[in-house]
């Protein structure tokens, strides 16, 4: 009776180690992903504890051995070739112990952009202007997509649910559009593996995307969103998975679940289109924001990552008054976040959809973040990559006259709808402001208004939700502006 309880624990025993697998890469590393060129490659995962680990790629002459440490984590770096334009060949890495192997296939060497963000980056390519087309046109296996699943959590963690897929019309639909138009552009220009990832969730705010520790070691974010939290009944409860409006604002969540994983990974750069969530923040949000970039920078350990991001669309807010400004307020605070180094924003006055806080005109937002990326990023500084910037205005008389910066005119102004300019407001010493007439001369803009004797200030597209006509021949809105420093009404 004995031997047959013996020879019972011993069989159990054999199938469970038979199933079981000691070595592990990181949820990161998969077969079908998009390795980063012409950079060092982190390798990381889990073995036994002292076990030599032994990394092989198909482009490199010899392996390359590391130990295991006592808690059985490993890390390898492996060097990685310049991308071949042209070059779509699938490769390989082997990583294996004495007595395991595993492999990631069909791998491309390319480029590699992380998305974040809230909704309108989360919005799908199926429910997109132009899906159609776009779809039908998608089966695009030299371009890699990754969605990852939501997820919280309390403490920064390396696992996360989705695999890397070979672009197609069907695994296309319910990817980022933004995120897809932009890997797109630059996978048809540059002729180059693209891979894109999408890490981020609707209604999401930006202090969810920052480490505790980056919002508890700066005094203006800790008062603002990490002390109440933490002082919050909220912040004592399990954390689990599921969404709620609530949770996706709480500090520092969606960056340990969301973000934290991919941390060893090496990319090209960022995209991330977000605010909604924070639009009645001014200091605070430029503040939360700048700080996450520097922290995902320094987390990635990769240097000054390009940044590149989105300006909220307009939106009316169920309120059809163009007195109520404080979009317009917030807009001029992100575009404060560009004076971090390789950073910018993209401008959205032009597609957006007044009563739709989810506009469906996406594909020119990422095809602008690609024109961002081809100058900024790959060095194509004929591509003109941002809308006309106000530089200085002069009062004549009745009259004001709005100059540009010429570096951002393209070959001139315009319309879009070859109508006059629109959204242009002037006021005098009593700072109401007027609807004005406004003309393009020379690549100026002349403002008057006949309620409007001695102009004191200019506004242009500086409310809530208008969808601007005003453009530089290359298509780029001209940026929301005020000539004025005058406070904001509370």
């Known amino acids: 009776m004995k031997t047959s309880k013996y020879l019972l624990i011993l069989c159990l025993t054999t199938i469970y180690l038979q199933g079981f697998s000691a070595l592990k890469l990181a949820d990161a590393l998969q077969s079908n992903m998009v390795v980063q060129q012409n950079k060092a490659f982190r390798i990381w995962g889990t073995a036994t504890a002292g076990d030599k680990v032994s990394i092989s790629a198909d482009w490199m002459s010899n392996s390359i051995t590391v130990i295991a440490n006592q808690q059985g984590d490993f890390l390898a770096i492996i060097d990685v070739p310049a991308a071949k334009i042209g070059d779509f060949t699938p490769h390989q890495i082997l990583v294996q112990t004495q007595g395991e192997k595993l492999s990631l296939e069909n791998l491309l060497i390319g480029d590699l952009w992380f998305c974040s963000g809230q909704s309108n980056m989360q919005f799908s390519v199926k429910d997109m202007i132009g899906a159609a087309e776009v779809i039908n046109k998608a089966n695009q296996p030299h371009i890699r997509l990754l969605s990852v699943g939501l997820n919280f959590s309390a403490t920064p963690i390396g696992t996360f649910s989705g695999r890397w897929q070979e672009c197609t019309a069907d695994r296309v639909k319910d990817f980022s559009a933004v995120g897809y138009s932009f890997g797109k552009k630059l996978y048809d220009e540059l002729n180059i593996p693209i891979g894109l990832i999408f890490s981020g969730i609707g209604a999401s705010g930006v202090q969810a995307y920052i480490p505790q520790e980056e919002l508890s070691g700066n005094p203006l974010l800790n008062h603002t969103y990490l002390k109440p ?6 912040s004592k409860e399990k954390i689990d998975g599921g969404f709620s409006f609530e949770k996706v604002v709480r500090p520092y969540l969606l960056y340990n679940a969301l973000i934290h994983p991919f941390a060893n990974l090496s990319i090209k750069g960022f995209c991330w289109y977000q605010g909604e969530a924070n639009h009645m923040e001014r200091e605070s949000y430029v ?3 700048q700080t996450m970039i520097k922290s995902w920078r320094h987390n990635f350990k990769q240097g000054d990552l390009p940044f590149y991001y989105v300006q909220i669309a307009p939106y009316f807010h169920e309120k059809e008054d163009d007195k109520l400004a404080y979009d317009a307020f917030f807009r001029e605070a992100q575009a404060k976040i560009a004076s971090l180094n390789n950073t910018a924003m993209v401008s959205t006055m032009d597609v957006g959809e007044a009563k739709d806080l989810h506009p469906k005109n996406k594909q020119p937002i990422g095809l602008r973040l690609a024109a961002v990326a081809l100058n900024r990023t790959y060095n194509r500084h004929e591509v003109v990559y941002q809308g006309p910037m106000y530089s200085d205005v ?3 008389k009745n ?3 709005i100059r540009f910066s010429p570096e951002t005119l393209g070959t001139g102004l315009n319309t879009n709808d070859d109508a006059a300019p629109k959204f242009f407001y002037i006021a005098g010493e009593n700072k109401v402001f007027y609807p004005a007439n406004a003309t393009i001369k020379n690549n100026k803009i002349v403002v008057s208004s006949k309620k409007v004797g001695d102009p004191k200030s200019v506004r242009y597209a500086f409310f809530n939700y208008p969808i601007t006509n005003l453009q530089n021949k290359e ?16």
Not at 475 to 490: H, I, L, N, Y
């Open 229 to 234: 939290y933490l002082e919050s009944s909220k």
């Open 287 to 289: 503040e939360a924001t």
């Open 394 to 396: 002069t009062f004549e």
């Open 399 to 401: 009259k004001a006259i």
């Open 475 to 490: 298509g780029f809105p001209v940026w929301p502006f005020r000539t004025d420093d005058w406070p904001e009404s509370k």
